[in-house]
Nanobody
Framework: QVQLVESGGGLVQPGGSLRLSCAAS????????MSWARRLPNDGPLEWMA????????NYAAHVRGRFIISRDNAKNTLYLQMNSLRPEDTARYFC????????????????WGQGTQVTVST
């Protein structure tokens, strides 16, 4: 079955950087569109942030474009999110998502999510 396991979260100071990873298995990763999403604290809204297709083409939400970079290593079945210039409002739980046709980007629910990794941006 589909497994998505995120890692790399933690506590970082404002202005700092983190790199999240997502180890994928149980599906043809190299031919799958993938996304990163996050849930804001206190059961806040779920936000789609970035997507990448099988060819490496990317899309970003406006609030992270220019600061976050989504990438993938198909040989390692791994998805990445490089997060730079982090702000306190980036504090959230970050999820790796198997996102067929980038439906999540369009606001359409999808089924396969990782368990998430917590990112806290604070002094």
């Amino acid at each position: 079955q589909v497994q998505l396991v995120e890692s790399g979260g933690g506590l970082v100071q404002p202005g700092g950087s983190l790199r999240l990873s997502c180890a994928a298995s149980g599906f043809p990763f190299s031919s799958s569109d993938m996304s990163w999403a996050r849930r804001l604290p206190n059961d806040g809204p779920l936000e789609w942030m970035a997507a990448i297709d099988s060819h490496g083409s990317t899309n970003y939400a406006a609030h992270v474009r220019g600061r976050f970079i989504i990438s993938r290593d198909n040989a390692k079945n791994t998805l990445y999110l490089q997060m730079n210039s982090l702000r306190p409002e980036d504090t959230a739980r970050y999820f790796c998502v198997l996102d067929p046709d980038q439906r999540l980007r369009l606001g359409i629910p999808v089924d396969n999510w990782g368990q998430g990794t917590q990112v806290t941006v604070s002094t």
